[in-house]
């Protein structure tokens, strides 16, 4: 299949339709959001990565509070505990202060929040590649240090990440459903051309012209107008991006991630309008091929 | 050359336009074909220039039978045939050059040869000093001057032509029709529709009409007697 997209149809005038005059706009819409599609797939799947490097290292131990009980002693005691199990490489306790501060932008005042009943935390890092027996660890820590309850923040990653699967699913779903009505559009321009042109291509036939050869003139043309729309799309769609990580960037909030793109990701949008392209070229090919196979 | 037996032609589900059709046209004739308006003329010259399948019957152009022809093998078949269209069909945003042109470009022709042939036909109808003028700005007969270039560019083995003098002073059409009679020498197969009585008379060829949606072939003469009779 040729694809020459600088040589300019010579018979068909194909620039002077009206049907197709608006396409590149339209493809420019389709292409911004497929952009904002891609760059949401690919954001979402760095985050993911992200959130599960930072907390399947971390394990926190809980110790409730108990008015009775000696809390800094069970703190030392969980540490204890937990420096013998094999395959943790860092256990440090969260003092009282510490506490108070991760709490004091929900609760106020640090050194009020410190006379609060609040429970004890230790905070445990666990050696990259280790073969931890998470639950055996929390039931001996538990039969060990009355009140005490080891954390593994799985049910909340589980959470998140199916978030933000469904996130990436919908996505995906969402660069399927532009594709599906970008081809319809294209579809209908380029068969109110063939209506348009018919006379011409009727001509064409009789003075010896191959279907390929008007097929060609109708894919080149709507290859290039689909170019047209495609790169200011994807472009709107990059400027876009980079507000919405500066915005992003300044709420300074930790889970509410800047847009952030992996090298694939850009390799992707690159690829983009070279992808509407050729979509556009097969589509156009196949559906006047179809129709001059209807005319002898 | 050109062969039809049993052939009826209608368009869609409509009523046959064309019905049992029996033709032999050898290499290197020439024929009128004439009749009254509605006749089948068109619907014939469509069979002829591939532009249309038969209904029914068995067509054969140059030696092949082209009725079941496949769809990838016509544009062999068509290149062997120059049609000149009555309404010239032209294609009004190229130029005079690049109408005639597009056989030979759409055949893959090198330029050279495309650019010589062009303006050697184009000065031999008269239209040398025309050949970058568009078709909207010509007159009848030169846009007739330039269908008549393109279907003959290609050196066609059968050439149809609607009508071709219609639009043109008498000159004009007699030196066409002399072209057309040079082209027959060479051999070339030649298929004139045409209401014009007094071309048959001046150029004796024979005759096809059409009548009642069937075709009849007679010679010059009793076709003009008839004619003079009615």
């Not at chain 1, 049907?19 to 389709?30: D, F, R, T």
């Not at chain 1, 200011?232 to 991630?257: D, H, K, N, W």
């Not at chain 2, 759409?106 to 031999?124: F, M, P, S, T």
């Not at chain 2, 008379?201 to 003469?221: G, I």
């Amino acid at each position: 299949m040729k694809f020459s997209l600088l040589s300019k149809p010579t018979e068909l005038q194909l620039e002077k339709d009206a049907s197709s005059k608006y396409l590149p706009v339209v493809i420019a819409a389709m292409v911004f959001l497929a952009s904002l599609a891609l760059i949401g797939l690919f954001s979402i799947n760095s985050a993911i990565s992200d959130w599960s490097g930072a907390i399947s290292g971390n394990l926190t131990v809980e110790i409730a509070y108990d008015k009775n009980g000696d809390m800094d002693q069970r703190a030392e005691d969980a540490v204890a505990f937990l420096k013998t199990v094999p395959g943790i490489n860092e256990v440090r306790t969260i003092t009282k202060a510490e506490t108070a501060e991760l709490l004091e932008p929900f609760l106020g005042r640090a050194d009020v929040i410190e006379n609060l009943p609040l429970p004890r935390l230790v905070e445990v890092t666990v050696s990259e590649n280790s073969a931890l027996d998470l639950l055996a660890t929390a039931t001996q820590l538990e039969n060990t240090v009355p009140g005490a309850h080891l954390n593994t923040h799985r049910p909340w990653l589980d959470k998140m990440l199916l978030l933000a699967r469904s996130i990436q699913f919908l996505a995906a779903a969402i660069m399927f459903l532009i594709s599906m009505v970008t081809i319809v559009i294209i579809v209908f321009a380029a068969r109110t051309g063939m209506v348009m042109h018919h006379d011409i291509i009727e001509v064409l036939h009789l003075i010896g012209a191959r279907d390929g050869y008007i097929a060609r003139q109708f894919q080149d043309y709507f290859a290039r107008l689909s170019l047209f729309g495609a790169v200011p799309g994807l472009i709107i769609a990059i400027i876009v991006m980079q507000f919405f990580t500066y915005l992003a960037s300044r709420l300074e909030a930790g889970l509410i991630q800047p847009p952030s793109m992996v090298l694939e990701g850009w390799l992707a949008l690159a690829l983009l309008p070279l992808l509407v392209a050729i979509l556009t070229t097969v589509t156009v090919r196949w559906i006047v091929l179809s129709s001059l196979k209807r005319m002898m | 050359m050109i062969r039809f037996e049993n052939v009826g032609m209608r368009y869609g589900m409509g009523p046959e336009v064309l019905r049992d059709i029996n033709l032999h046209l050898s290499h290197g004739s020439f024929h009128f074909l004439t009749g009254p308006t509605g006749a089948g003329k068109s619907s014939l010259l469509k069979l002829l220039a591939l532009s249309h399948r038969p209904s029914r019957g068995l067509l054969s152009l140059f030696g092949q039978e082209v009725s079941h022809l496949e769809r990838e093998d016509l544009p062999d078949f068509r290149r062997k045939i120059g049609v000149v269209f009555q309404e010239f069909r032209l294609l009004d945003h190229l130029s005079a050059f690049e109408n005639v042109a597009l056989p030979l470009r759409i055949a893959g022709a090198e330029d050279d040869l495309v650019q010589k042939n062009v303006k050697e036909l184009l000065n031999w109808v008269g239209l040398g000093n025309q050949m970058n003028a568009r078709p909207p700005t010509l007159s009848g007969g030169e846009k007739q001057r330039v269908a008549i270039a393109r279907a003959i560019i290609n050196r066609p083995q059968l050439l149809i032509a609607d009508e071709p003098t219609g639009s043109m002073d008498p000159e004009m059409g007699l030196r066409l029709m002399h072209l057309f009679q040079e082209l027959n020498k060479l051999g070339t197969t030649v298929v004139i529709a045409t209401h014009d009585i007094e071309m048959i008379r001046r150029f004796r060829h024979p005759v096809m009409y059409l009548e009642d949606s069937t075709l009849h072939t007679t010679t010059p003469t009793a076709y003009l007697a008839r004619f003079e009779g009615m």
